[in-house]
């Protein structure tokens, strides 16, 4: 079982849904990070969080370290917004002095006209 | 402020020989974290500098390593290479002390090993 788990795998949506992506993980972590990848594989980092929740604009995330889980929601969704979305949780003890970034395997988001 | 710089783009390389990679990191940011995408794994973890000396370490062989010069600019280096090592390779850098603050990642080195 992957330490860290999202749903859904792919998504389309029409311009203007609610968007929902949900990440579980199964270790212990201090924060968590969601990432956007576009087409040709550049990635922008859209939140570090570690509790409660953030909002940027037209994306808020959200996270529950007590019962592992984040959220990155996306409002009056846009073409633009197509991209993979990856979350990354920092693993506690993953190696590391101050923990380790692991990954989900992304969720691709496909916004139609 | 320039962005995070990768040299070089692409790369082909033949099984059995070393590549290295380069890194510049926005000007300014001293922590540097290297990371390796393929369509199977996905997105994971390399290593992480910072100050010249590595902090964190993912689970990859001792072929892969890398060092941090004192501008801050990084180099990863992966030696003997296998069919397997061909990825997207990527580094983030970040400006804070603590490894994980907002990262910034550069456009990535595409290697391909024949």
């Known amino acids: 079982k992957n330490e860290v788990e999202q749903s859904p795998q792919n998504l389309t949506a029409q311009e203007g849904e609610f968007i929902t992506i949900n990440c579980s993980y199964s270790v212990g972590i201090s924060a968590l990070h969601w990432l956007q990848q576009h087409p040709g594989g550049g990635i922008v980092s859209l939140f570090m969080l570690s509790s409660g929740k953030k909002k940027h604009g037209r994306l808020i995330a959200t996270i529950n370290i007590q019962e592992k889980h984040s959220s990155l929601h996306i409002t009056a969704s846009h073409p633009r917004d197509s991209a993979v979305y990856i979350c990354a949780p920092i693993h506690l003890g993953g190696g590391g002095s101050q923990g380790n970034l692991i990954f989900g395997k992304g969720t691709k988001l496909s916004v139609k006209p | 402020k320039a962005g995070v710089t990768q040299t070089p783009r692409y790369l082909i390389k033949t099984r059995g020989q070393q590549v290295t990679l380069s890194c510049s990191p926005i000007s300014g940011h001293r922590s540097v974290s290297w990371y390796q995408q393929t369509p199977g794994q996905g997105l994971q973890f390399l290593f992480e500098?910072?100050?010249?000396?590595?902090?964190n370490k993912g689970n990859f062989p001792g072929r892969f390593s890398g060092r941090q010069f004192s501008n801050s600019r990084s180099e990863m280096n992966v030696s003997t290479l296998e069919l397997g090592d061909s990825a997207l390779y990527l580094c983030?850098?970040?400006?804070?002390?603590?490894?994980?603050?907002?990262?910034?990642f550069g456009s990535g080195t595409q290697l391909s090993v024949l």
């Open positions: 983030a850098s970040s400006a804070g002390d603590s490894i994980w603050e907002k990262l910034f």
């Open positions: 500098y910072f100050s010249e000396t590595q902090r």
